[in-house]
């Protein structure tokens, strides 16, 4: 395969992101585009376009542009395996950070349904009184809609599959209260 020199546009317009991203990849070093003497000119060339790929495969993975750094710099010193076992680290810590985002999600889920509940509550026997209030009230609406719901971040969630504590157990971190009648 004969080598390539591409300018940075060409190069943008073939992998599908602006020629301001390929600069800013530069600059953060995970790709590295040789200069042409006369000009000064980015080229890229083979090696580039696959370290194009690699950032672009990378962040489909859901790592961040510093992650994805580590990786080049891994890649850059030859080491056979070390990218693939910096991966692996990086995809653990992912799918944990991930899992902790989906026990998050559902806590709100459920207040949403709470919430959604009484909503439902507080129009069947007209809570609402917007239209009676005066000049120096405001609308009570969502505060009875709220009312006794716990809030997500205020839940009991899991750690390792358990509980980190029992309702009236209590919390270990001094910063939450236990949702009321139940334990998670």
Not at 13 to 34: D, H, M, Q
Not at 35 to 47: A, D, L
Not at 143 to 152: D, K
């Amino acid at each position: 395969m004969s080598e390539t020199a591409l300018r940075i546009g060409e190069v943008a317009k073939l992998v599908g992101l602006p020629a301001k991203t390929l600069r800013y990849y530069e600059e953060l070093g995970l790709i590295s585009p040789s200069r042409q003497e006369n000009s000064g000119y980015r080229v890229f060339g083979w090696r580039e376009m696959e370290q194009i790929e690699f950032v672009k495969r990378a962040k489909l993975m859901g790592l961040s542009l510093e992650q994805i750094r580590t990786l080049v710099e891994a890649a850059e010193d030859g080491v056979r395996s070390g990218v693939l076992h910096r991966l692996e680290d990086m995809l653990d810590e992912k799918l944990s950070e991930t899992e902790r985002k989906l026990v998050e999600l559902r806590a709100f889920r459920e207040s949403l349904l709470e919430y959604r509940g009484l909503v439902a509550v507080a129009e069947e026997e007209s809570l609402c009184r917007c239209s009676e209030l005066g000049a120096t009230e405001f609308c009570g609406c969502v505060s009875a809609a709220t009312e006794g719901v716990t809030p997500p971040v205020m839940r009991v969630v899991e750690e390792n599959g358990l509980p980190k504590r029992s309702v009236g157990e209590p919390c270990r971190c001094g910063c939450c209260d236990p949702t009321p009648g139940r334990v998670s």
